[in-house]
């Protein structure tokens, strides 16, 4: 197998020629965020505001950006060009090497940039049609989940609890409200109304929940940003996940115990294809955007 092209500080580099100081703040404290765009077939899912989030996670850690959102597009682009398909494309900004380990935050180094592609695995038509097992777990992270911080040590811990059990997902629960999943935004139903915990720093503001918020409002679906107690995800009629590579999955076992009838519910259905129907477009256009 070749090994594949990956960016470096605006070099384009085989993978494995690639190396990082073990100075690398990001090494050293997880210092830098990251962004991961789903690509169908050279059309990107959202890449402007996947850029433009990474610019709000980076005011968040005081990093200045090396690149505007048009650069970005661009030079995600040019590495695409090598990676025909469906792809993730992965970024990642760190603080920089500095001389030497200090807390404080450095001044005068240059951000370190890395971007790879990887093959984009869509959920299967199995996982489409039953749905998926989920756990609940406390949330235990950090009170700046809206960061996209490549320190996901809360978010693998968490995530881990659900793989051990065989599960896909980790819900995670905070003084008795609905957050988020280690890797995905959660979704209740009841009555056939929608609900989502609300837009702050308790939860990573998806790429994927906003498309969802759009698409509702598209297809007449009714969906509300607001707080989720606990009992409401226990007793609710449909449970899903979004996220840019879970697209929307429906949860039909929670902790073991069926969610409404155990099935994809018919919002979720609905949701899942207009989910389609919009990629289809995107694919049409061959847009970078949309
Ligand atoms: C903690 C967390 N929440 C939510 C999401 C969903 O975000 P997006 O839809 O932008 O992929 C992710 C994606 O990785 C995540 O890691």
Redesign the pocket.
Known sequence: MTTPIAHFNGQLLPLDKIHISPLDRGFIFGDGVYE?IPVYEGAMLRGREHFERLQRSMDEIRLANPHTVEEWLGLTQELLAHHPGNQSVYIQVTRGVPPTRDHVLPTGITPTVFMMCYALRSPSKEAIDNGVACITARDFRWEK?NIKSTSLLG?VLARQLSADVGATETILLRDGMLT??????VFVVKAGVVAAPPRDNL??M????DLLVQLANEGAVRLESRPVPEAELRSADEVWL???TKEVLAVTTLDGKPVGNGKPGPLFKRMHALFQEHKARLRARGTIAA
Request: charged letters at 5%.
């Open positions: 991961v989940c978010n988020e999943a280690s890797a995905s935004n939860i990573l998806g790429i994927t929940y979004s996220s840019s």
